[in-house]
């Protein structure tokens, strides 16, 4: 498997073939495993082999089937597949640290992931310091001896901040401190947190792996001790695994998602270009366009921007708002990776009870749109865009 390119191991990784030889993926739908001896049951809970199963809250071949082929694509040698991209990343980081340890995280955090930061993690001790992910400097200061983890998302949601991982990891593990990457954004696709060295990678599977927006799902990636290790032992005991249908639906979207991302991103770069200087817009945000600030690292890192997009709109909320509200195609949702094409005004709804001076220093303003480009034809897209800002 390890030879595949990623289409082959995306169609064909990690399969696991019953008895009957199907040629689609079984569904297993059970929680539970009989063993033909007591003997035969007292040895399983003893030591488990690579292909047997206890309970599905422990494990269950779906959704081994998913973790195995999600987690080589990435990089990475194993994953636990969680109920959420949330239960991924609270049980990645509960898994790992303990009252009194030091986290630095970068601040353009998704909401969620900074509420169990600051919220939960401080409640039981953990110390957090946020710095400005962008900022190398920053890193270096803040990453002392006493620091355990190092979490940041590696393209940032909504305002696609890139972070220089590599140098991030660098520090980081030269202070014996472990590194999770959160790569909704950057996409499994583009992901480059194996590349660096990152020692865990947490994934929204209900981003771009589902891909049409069905379901919840998320999956930590790592290296076999780390996920069969203190990560798979505190997700089998807490309940956050996912559920077989989850895992089957998921792992036959896996069958596409190379062309899907590739798609979306090549798509989303097109209309990056044709909005920039658009004359009814302040800026456009999208790593793969030159004024992007980061744009340099963003392409030493991946050969694309990934599907989603800023922009903000001149006039602030009301002509925001009426763009948004003339649109045809786009949905105003707030998802984002979905086959249909969503656009998002985080000011007021994702990042609403983000605080004024938070939002300012992360370019969340009243007239910042997020745009998440699906797979509709990227002509008809722009068409939507130009006749919404012709509007105003
Ligand atoms: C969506 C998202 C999550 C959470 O994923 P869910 O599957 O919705 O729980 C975490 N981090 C980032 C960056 C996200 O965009």
Redesign the pocket.
Known sequence: MQDWKKRTQLVHGGSRRSQYGEVSEAIFVTQGFVYTTAEAAEARFQSLGDDEFIYARYGNPTVRMFENRLSSVVGYEDGFACT???AA?TGALTALLKAGDHVVASRAL?G??LYVLQDVLGRFGVEVTLVDGTDNAAWDAAITDQTALVFL?SIS?PMLEVVDLAHVVKVAHAKGALVIV?D??ATPIFSYSAACGADLCVI?T??HVDGQGRM???MICGSKDLIRGPIEAYMKHTGGAMNPFTAWVQLKSLDTLDLRVRAQAGAAMEIAQALEGHPKLNSVRYPQLPSHPQHDIAMQQAPSGGTVLAFEVKGGKEACFKMLNALQIFSISNNFADSKSIATHPATTTHQRLPQDQKDILGISDGAVRLSVGLEDVSDLIADLTQALDQL
């Open positions: 959420s991209g949330m990343v998704f969620s992931c998302e949601n959160d909704a954004m929204s209900t981003k919840l799902g998320g």
